[in-house]
């Protein structure tokens, strides 16, 4: 394939700023969501979808400027995030630290696979694979190794975009398949590296670096640029960060990470361009 969108995790605030700055692009005559692929981990697993079923980026940051968008109400406390944080800090390796992540993940006790489609689910705009490629970012709990789902797969659309999005230990693995799927962004919040197939790649990385064994999107790029792709990385600047807060899922922020996002779009929009055109 020519190009791909890579877009990146983060919660609430990672989603709007990612539509900030597709809507800022698009405005500029740089319509990114017209990718010949569109790969997302965890919230831009979401946005990845809904851009291949054909949402114009104005229409999905207007919604999340107006608050028009009802979102998801889950809660990550901090004895979930001293959880997480034991799991991601517990080994360099990556695989091993996903294993760590689905020994979190499958201990998850009172919300059932059921549970996480009734919060995840109502966000799908479509129930079926759009015809344009997707590929949506999971880890196997088990083997901690990630996988890209997409059509072939044999997966139904809303199993693979939960399992993306299924974060332990607020939520447990998926079943899909064979497996037991986890959120993407414990292996990476981007999964760029994963998109070597691809001549030119534009990757939206609202939360640069995970804790712990996370290469990072930057390293991550890199090793894309080391193999002959044509590629570029937007992360939020200091502003945007501000934006952002420290609650990645604080409803509250959502506009003003939008907004972060379309101003950024504005000053980096001729850097990508040379990226995104020959």
Request: some cysteine; glycine content about 12%; proline content about 7%.
């Amino acid at each position: 394939m020519d190009k791909a969108l890579v877009l990146g995790g983060g919660g609430l605030t990672a989603y709007a700023w990612q539509v900030g700055m597709l809507a800022g692009y698009a405005d500029a005559g740089l319509d990114l969501g017209k990718a010949d692929l569109l790969a997302g981990t965890s919230a831009g697993a979401l946005l990845a979808v809904e851009l291949a079923s054909g949402a114009a980026p104005a229409d999905l940051c207007a919604a999340q400027l107006g608050g028009e968008r009802s979102m998801p109400d889950v809660r990550f406390t901090l004895a979930m995030t001293a959880k997480y944080l034991w799991a991601a800090l517990g080994s360099r390796d990556p695989v091993t630290a996903g294993k760590r992540f689905g020994k979190l993940a499958l201990a998850v006790r009172g919300v059932s696979e059921d549970d996480v489609f009734d919060v995840l689910g109502p966000q799908l705009p479509v129930q079926d694979w759009p015809e344009r490629a997707v590929r949506l970012f999971a880890v196997d709990a088990f083997t901690g190794r990630p996988k890209g789902f997409g059509a072939d797969d044999g997966i139904d659309l809303p199993r693979a975009m939960v399992a993306s999005c299924a974060l332990p230990p607020l939520f447990p693995p998926i079943t899909a398949g064979d497996g037991r799927w986890m959120d993407g962004g414990v292996r990476s919040t981007t999964n760029a590296d994963l998109v070597d197939d691809c001549r030119r790649v534009v990757v939206l990385a609202p939360i640069p670096k995970g804790p712990g064994a996370d290469p990072g999107a930057a390293a991550q790029v890199a090793s894309l640029a080391k193999a002959g792709v044509r590629a570029a990385l937007l992360v939020p600047d200091r502003e945007a960060r501000r934006a952002f807060g420290r609650n990645p899922l604080d409803a509250s922020r959502i506009p003003g990470a939008a907004r972060a996002g379309l101003r950024q779009a504005a000053e980096s929009v001729e850097r990508i361009r040379a990226v995104w055109h020959d």
